[in-house]
């Protein structure tokens, strides 16, 4: 080092500094390579290796800020070792603190709730205050809002749920159903098993006989199901980049969907009707109810979550939808449905690189497939434009003598419900569906 550095030699780094300094080297090689990129793009020469190089180093980003994510919240063992002075226990990386937990469901607590979740590394778009509002409002499901709060009246913590009370399907809360995400978010692990704990004994008081908890980091501690992963795929500067990635097969298909004639419209509620009459259709094809106008309407009104409906036409008729919303760079698609008599003219395939392109062009570094079984029709899908796998763990309070829940279309006892469900007329279970769905995860 020159005389008077401040500049720690890497052997004094701990692994945070190490981490970070990896992430800027590797920042400063996408930029690189992207440059490199573009000026093979102008001299029209090829650039595979370019891109392969740059699917390395996007990879390689994404594993540094989970790690990074992982580090800068201390594990459960180092919280429990520290002295606490909390009705719960909590504890920040810097020093002790206490905290209470708190009812958080009125407006008034959303602009600071918001803030804490959109600067919290763990967050998604559905911890958002405005999304249990709109579960509330439009499903009128009753919403539980937790926030832990410290002696300063911040807020190091909050957890949205829902409770769902069905005939048919049981008594439980959610956090967050209909979504992909949810859980608790803290700035400590105690901070995070208070909000858990508090959940849970709402949860006992309303009878309810678990809560599943979202989440995408494990917690030792509570009975977790690893059956889903969210298939993620980063995103170059400009599409003819992912283009070149995406493989031979993958653009032969994309090329056959152009010479089909399809059209393709961006909007948001001049496309509902449109949308819905593609998802209904579909979700009636899948023996699966389908959710109401009232749920995605509401949420189109909701601009803070840059909602946007993409649909695509064959003469003029729709076949082809999906659903959108972006959160801190990442664009995702929670629902999107093609009618099954187009699937010849490769409408699924052109549908998402029109959604993947828009991605890019409106500057998202971050493409959410969604949730997929491991292996299923839809994760070989999703894997085939690049997407790699991130896994979900579903965490669960169990009430005594409850076992783990199985609500998913493989359990036997559902099976009849979906074949009968195919059968029907798609104007009924356009009528019934709604409410049936409201008491579904």
Same mark, same amino acid.
């Given at each position: *080092? ?10 004094? *780094?701990?692994? @945070? ?11 400063? #090689? ?67 603190? +206490? ?20 600067? !919290? ?17 439009? $499903? ?21 749920? @829902? ?5 048919? =399907? ?44 979202? #989440?995408?980091?494990?917690?030792? +501690? ?9 298939? $993620? ?35 948001? !509620? ?8 593609? =998802?209904? !259709? ?5 023996? @699966? ?5 009232? $749920? ?16 695509? %036409? ?8 999906? =659903? ?24 699924? *395939? ?30 070989? =899908? ?12 579903? !965490? %669960? ?5 409850? #076992? $783990? ?24 279970? @356009? ?11």
């Amino acid at each position: *080092m020159k005389p008077g550095s401040t500049t720690k030699p890497i052997g004094n *780094m701990g692994p @945070t500094e190490l981490l970070r300094a990896e992430r800027a080297q590797c920042d400063d #090689e996408r930029r690189r390579l992207s440059r490199l990129i573009g000026e093979c793009k102008k001299a029209g020469e090829g650039f595979d290796d370019l891109l392969l190089a740059m699917k390395s180093v996007s990879s390689r980003l994404r594993q540094i800020d989970d790690e990074l994510q992982a580090l800068e919240l201390p594990t459960a063992d180092d919280a429990d070792s520290q002295q606490t002075t909390a009705d719960c226990g909590a504890q920040t990386p810097q020093a002790a603190i +206490s905290f209470s937990i708190t009812r958080a469901d009125g407006p008034e607590w959303a602009a600071r709730w918001n803030a804490y979740v959109d600067r !919290h590394p763990n967050a998604s778009i559905y911890h958002r205050h405005e999304l249990a509002n709109v579960i509330r409002t439009a $499903l009128h499901q009753p919403c539980i809002c937790f926030a832990a709060v410290d002696e300063h009246n911040e807020i190091v913590g909050v957890l949205p749920a @829902t409770h769902i009370r069905s005939h048919l =399907f049981g008594n439980y809360v959610v956090s967050l159903p209909y979504f992909n995400y949810g859980g608790a978010l803290g700035d400590s692990p105690s901070v995070e098993d208070g909000l858990i704990k508090a959940l849970a004994s709402e949860a006992l008081a309303r009878d309810a006989r678990h809560v599943e908890l979202r #989440e995408t980091k494990p917690r030792p +501690s509570y009975p977790t199901k690893t059956e889903k992963v969210a298939m $993620l795929l980063d995103l170059p500067d400009q599409p003819e980049q992912l283009w070149q990635s995406i493989g031979s097969k993958v653009r032969a298909q994309i090329k056959a969907g152009q010479a089909n004639d399809l059209r393709v419209a961006f909007g948001s !509620h001049e496309l509902l009707h449109d949308c819905y009459t593609v =998802f209904a !259709h579909n979700m009636r094809d899948l023996g @699966t109810p389908v959710y109401g106008k009232r $749920l995605v309407g509401p949420l189109l009104d909701q601009t803070s979550l840059a909602p946007r409906l993409v649909v695509l %036409y064959c003469k003029n008729k729709p076949v082809s939808c999906g =659903f959108l919303l972006g959160y801190r760079g990442t664009l995702e698609i929670p629902w999107a449905s093609t009618l099954r008599s187009v699937n010849k003219l490769n409408a699924n *395939m052109l549908l998402y690189w029109h959604i993947l392109e828009f991605a890019i062009n409106q500057g998202y570094k971050r493409f959410d497939f969604g949730r997929s079984s491991k292996d299923a029709n839809t994760f070989r =899908f999703k894997k085939q434009w690049g997407a790699t796998p991130r896994q979900l763990y579903w !965490h %669960y309070w169990l009430a005594d003598g409850t #076992e $783990l829940p199985e609500m998913n279309p493989k359990n036997p006892k559902f099976q009849l419900l979906i074949a009968v469900w195919r059968r029907m007329p798609v104007a009924l279970t @356009t009528l019934i569906g709604p409410g049936i769905v409201r008491n579904l995860p």
